[in-house]
């Protein structure tokens, strides 16, 4: 049973949603954005390695990178497991302190990020990196070529 239940003046309506107070924006957000991630701060990369490791998170499926502010995040896509099929919280009263504090104002539906830079794939940081750095390489990129370099030697000896 939704009904809406009055606010102060020039907020907008609060709705009661199967008994939980539950904001308009929230109420009628088919999609639920904010409960369908995890982001977390990391650190600036400020070197190679700090790269590699990163190039190990987006080569995740439902794992990007992304620069907001010239803060760097590493973000996970996964749904909230007390999200319900109507998109409301079924652990409302329990819900941590993120989810409270959350302001339906800074809603992802209504602005949708404009990020600095946001990588989704292990290639789109790749390329990055490698303007960041002239002589990028992965490590696995200098194996291999270490591995060939020993072959060219063999053959050289076997000849």
């Known amino acids: 049973m939704v009904r809406v239940r009055p606010t102060p003046k020039g907020l907008p309506p609060e709705l009661l949603v199967d008994g939980i ?21 990391t650190d600036k990369p400020t070197s190679k390695a700090d790269f590699e490791d990163l190039l190990w998170f987006v080569a995740h499926d439902g794992v990007s990178v992304y620069v907001d502010e010239g803060s760097w995040y590493v973000q996970f896509e996964t749904r909230c497991s007390f999200l319900a099929a109507n998109n409301l919280c079924q652990a409302y009263d329990r819900r941590p302190r993120i989810c409270v504090e959350y ?3 800074e809603c992802d539906r209504d602005e949708p990020a404009g990020y600095d830079h946001h990588f989704h794939t292990f290639d789109e940081l790749y390329a990055y990196a490698r303007k960041r750095f002239k002589r990028f390489a992965t490590t696995g990129e200098k194996e291999a070529r270490k591995r060939k370099k020993a072959l060219a030697r063999r053959r050289k000896i076997r000849v």
């Open 21 to 41: 107070p539950v904001h308009s924006k929230c109420a009628t957000c088919l999609p639920a954005q904010c409960c369908h991630y995890v982001a977390l701060e």
């Open 103 to 105: 302001h339906p104002d």
